[in-house]
């Protein structure tokens, strides 16, 4: 009886075992778990998959890099790992060194002379569609050959890597190029555009090439800020390269001699030959003719003597550059107001304020909520660009401090996390660098008499305040020195001379301040910093030359004004605005007398002066916030400064020159004084070798005691200050080295 | 050289130590290492036209952060892809900045290139514009598995997913490939 009460007992409870089961909702997601298994191994064991699987792994093993490229990247990489090895630093800017460059030109010389040898080009495709090349006009028979078809080139055609333009009899092109570079076509010219190319990480790092097959070619650079950017003309086997600012003409001849010359600031030329490969900077003014044989002759290199029909062609496409110019200023304007929703003073920018904060807050990723700060500091910087327009730069004064300590704080947020997040970082990195130079580039047409200058400098102050580290300040400090030079030359072609005078002091001020901070660095940090000075220097020193130097204009003649077809006081008809920019209409006709009347030319207008019957103005006045004195209208027809503010200049670049290779000097001195160093050594080498107009550009002697240095005449011994002992303290210590011009 | 390959892996980890003390030499070995395979994923992510550049990139960012690189995060191969990768999402976003981007649509940038007609030959232009149809976590699963013969381990750190996870979206992406596949005449027989 208890055994049959047991299993009784025992019945109830197995039964009650029985009621319990999975809810639906359970059994559905574990039959979704379950097969989920079972087919991922089906995966691997349907034949259909695994095949595919094959085939897709044969047809990828197929693909790979073209050989050309395979092996241009490694020697480039190689080049960089090189020098970081040696030089215990990273140069993204490795075409910057004196002789990553002679390398960079003997590899492209080598490739040049291949490409001349075996008639090939090297086909690198358009990398950004964003950034566009296109025909801005033409005027007559423009074509445009595309894979072997013919298009009929109209103004607003994009135009593509391989393009072949062609101009007819009579007939013109302007190309406006993805960097903002613009070439103009004269009558029975061809060009091929090789390369166009945009790094779509760093939209200021460009390339262009450009071939030219026959007939005339201008080209003017006017914002190239990245040292990884060019601009190349090719024609024959002459290479000229803009990597700034720079205006030039490429020509080849009937007879097939191809001609270089630099009208404005300086450009690099490279010839190959069978023999050897030639390179020189050619400044202002000086040419550099070629033979079209290959096995001939190094390039004749002479200043640009006047010719009728070379000045109207430089003097028609200057005027142009300075109408363009003042286009993509007032495009840098719209675009930034565009960005701007609301200003300071407006009732409700309290609102947007508290808003933009409750987004930063709500950004829960901190990478995200410092991306958004970054942009908040970018709509800062546009609300200033609109107070400034506006005149009111004390507005505009706490918006822009703003923005550079929101940046700075950006950055140094970052550095906290570089060890554990280095991709994140290095995105957040990459993104404030991008943004602080495409600013950069954008903003390199301003002038220091233009509104906007007070936001070019603080974006090169910010710049400089976020660089990692003293060698990448002084870096920074050093490339915005040069953007002075920059500065000093766009202002001569103004006839601004009083403004290129105080430019050229500010450089010398900004370098003088460099080496100075140089001098207390640790000896490390110290050589680094003075390898990156002595690579600035010798590009400056081009510069300084480019800056005074001018085309022979012994044989001008001044051209009598008969006639002003306009006269402006003030508010001239900007070109833009004429349909035939070259033609100048209204005004009432009055003559000018040199040496007594004055002409003022307002805001950012050029006018021509007619001075015959033509339709070509005959001398063209640029704008400038003084009156210029008409006191000579000479070849070339700029109206020339007075000769007193040309003698200031010339003084002040002279000074700058002599002050250049004595700091340059005192700073290999420096370096030396501790330990001898082969770097600095080999860059003192590689300098000697460097050309400009055909001739060495210094000659850098170093004995035990002295650095002496020769260049254009000049020669600078700097020797170290006397060691000061116990029996002479009655004498006095030179505050500087002293310098024995 | 199968990067998968115990010997090759030993041999990457030896270069990459190396190079971290400044040897360009070891460099440039691991360079002749990886170019094929991150210029094919960077090939069927963004297309022939930007490869070459976007691998340019891959290399000398990783040479300028290889010596932030540790060996117990992840493997070498690991760390170059997830370099590419951020690359190439940030070329996606610099082409179109106002677009998000999101895994779960369809390129259809990509798309719209797709031709619409029917191969019946299985070659590389197929393989690159089937790829181009699908949506790109599926494109880049396949291309990491597939083609690089990359480790489920190493996909999952690259893509921030985890292996389970990782498992069903190369059963998905392999079968949205066939389908496509199979639109343009090309059935799971004929390959």
Not at chain 1, 14 to 33: G, N, P
């Amino acid at each position: 009886m208890d055994l049959l009460k047991s299993f009784h007992s025992l019945e109830k409870k197995l039964k009650k075992c029985s009621d319990v089961s999975l809810s639906e909702e359970k059994q559905v997601d574990m039959k979704r778990r379950i097969m989920e298994a079972v087919v991922q191994r089906e995966v691997v064991n349907e034949p259909a998959f695994a095949k595919l699987i094959e085939k897709i792994k044969e047809i990828a093993e197929q693909l790979s890099p073209r050989e050309h490229f395979r092996v241009l990247l490694k020697e480039k990489l190689l080049m960089i790992a090189h020098f970081q090895a040696s030089r215990r630093f990273f140069l993204p800017a490795w075409c910057r060194t004196t002789f990553v460059r002679r390398a960079f030109a003997s590899g492209l010389a080598f490739v040049f002379v291949f490409t001349v040898l075996f008639n090939s080009t090297f086909k690198i495709e358009l990398a950004q569609a964003s950034f566009l090349t296109s025909l801005e006009s033409v005027s007559g028979e423009v074509e445009i050959v595309r894979d072997g078809s013919v298009i009929v080139g109209d103004a607003g055609f994009i135009l593509k890597a391989d393009d072949v333009i062609r101009t007819g009899e009579d007939s013109k092109a302007i190309i406006k190029f993805l960097d903002q570079s613009v070439s103009r076509l004269d009558e029975n010219t061809e060009i091929k555009i090789s390369r166009l190319f945009v790094n779509p990480l760093n939209k200021t790092e460009t390339t262009v090439e450009v071939v030219l097959n026959k007939g005339r070619l201008w080209s003017r650079v006017i914002n190239l800020i990245n040292n990884l950017s060019s601009f190349q003309v090719k024609a024959h086997n002459a290479l000229a390269v803009a990597k700034k600012k720079a205006a030039f003409d490429v020509s080849i001849s009937s007879k097939g001699q191809a001609k270089v010359s630099a009208v404005k600031n300086k450009v690099d030329l490279v010839v190959a030959t069978e023999r050897k490969v030639v390179e020189t900077t050619l400044v202002k003014g000086f040419s550099a003719e070629v033979k079209s044989e290959v096995n001939t002759g190094l390039p004749k290199v002479s200043q640009e003597k006047p010719d009728v029909d070379q000045d109207k062609w430089v003097l028609d496409n200057l005027v142009q550059d300075q109408a363009y110019i003042e286009t993509v200023k007032q495009d840098v304007k719209d675009q930034m107001q565009d960005q701007v929703k609301m200003l300071p003073g407006n009732p409700l920018y309290a609102v947007k304020e508290l808003s933009e904060s409750t987004k930063l807050v709500l950004t829960f990723d901190d990478f995200d909520k410092q991306k958004k700060v970054v942009m908040v500091a970018q709509e800062k910087l546009a609300e200033a660009e609109v107070l400034l327009e506006k005149g009111d730069a004390i507005g505009a004064d706490p918006l822009l401090k703003e923005f550079q300590s929101q940046v700075e704080g950006v950055q140094q947020w970052a550095l906290a996390f570089d060890g554990t997040h280095p991709v994140e970082v290095m995105e957040l990195r990459t993104m404030i660098s991008s943004m602080l130079d495409g600013y950069e580039k954008q903003l390199a047409v301003i002038l220091p008499d233009d509104s906007l200058y007070a936001l070019k400098t603080v974006i090169g102050d910010t710049k400089v305040s976020i660089a990692a580290g003293p060698v990448k300040k002084t870096e920074e400090k050093l490339s915005q020195a040069t953007e002075k030079l920059n500065e000093a030359h766009d202002l001569v072609e103004q006839g601004n001379q009083a403004g290129a005078v105080q430019q050229v002091q500010e450089y010398k001020n900004a370098i003088s301040d460099v080496v100075s901070e140089v001098k207390q660095m640790p000896s490390d940090d110290k050589e680094k910093a003075v390898s990156a000075i002595i690579d600035t220097k010798a590009e400056d020193l081009k510069s300084l030359e480019a800056l005074v130097s001018q085309p022979e204009t012994a044989t001008a003649e001044a051209k009598p004004v008969v006639a002003v077809e306009q006269l402006s006081t003030g508010t001239a008809t900007p070109f833009a605005q004429i349909p035939e920019p070259t033609i100048v209409i209204q005004g009432t006709s009055s003559p000018l007398v040199p040496g007594t009347d004055t002409l003022m030319v307002g805001g950012s207008s050029t006018i021509g002066l007619i001075t015959k019957q033509s339709v070509q103005p005959d001398v063209i006045v640029p704008a400038t916030q003084e009156p210029v004195v008409v006191t000579e209208l000479g070849a070339g027809g700029i109206a020339k400064p007075s000769p007193a503010q040309t003698a200031e200049l010339k003084k002040t670049v002279a000074d700058a020159k002599t002050e250049t290779l004595t700091q340059l000097g005192e700073a290999v001195l420096e370096v030396q004084q501790n330990k001898v160093s082969v770097p600095v050594m080999q860059k003192l080498q590689d300098i000697k070798k460097m050309d400009m107009n055909g001739k060495p550009l210094m000659d850098i002697t170093l004995s035990r005691d002295k650095v002496t240095i020769k260049s254009d005449g000049d020669v600078i011994s700097v020797t170290p200050p006397p060691v000061i002992t116990p029996q002479t303290t009655n004498l006095k210590t030179p505050e500087s080295l002293p310098v024995q011009p | 050289m199968s990067l998968k390959d115990p010997q090759t892996e030993a041999e990457i980890e030896l270069l990459v130590v190396t190079a971290q003390k400044g040897s360009s030499e070891a460099f440039g070995k691991l360079y002749d290492i990886f170019v094929n395979p991150i210029y094919r994923y960077i090939y069927y992510r963004v297309g022939a036209g930007d490869a070459e550049d976007l691998a340019e990139l891959v290399f000398l960012k990783t040479w300028e952060n290889i010596r932030q690189y540790r060996k117990g995060e992840s493997s070498f191969s690991s760390w170059i892809f997830r370099i590419a990768h951020n690359v190439v999402v940030d070329h996606y976003r610099a082409m179109h900045p106002s677009d998000e981007l999101s895994e779960e649509i369809a390129d259809h940038r990509r798309e719209s290139s797709a031709t619409a007609t029917a191969h019946r030959r299985f070659d590389n232009e197929l393989l690159s514009v089937a790829m181009a149809e699908l949506k790109d976590r599926y494109r880049q699963v396949l291309i990491l598995k597939y083609i690089n013969d990359l480790s489920n381990e190493e996909i999952g750190y690259i893509m921030g997913k985890t292996q389970a996870a990782l498992r069903i979206l190369q059963f998905r992406a392999l079968r949205s490939l066939k389908k496509v596949l199979e639109r343009r005449g090309i059935s799971g027989l004929d390959v």
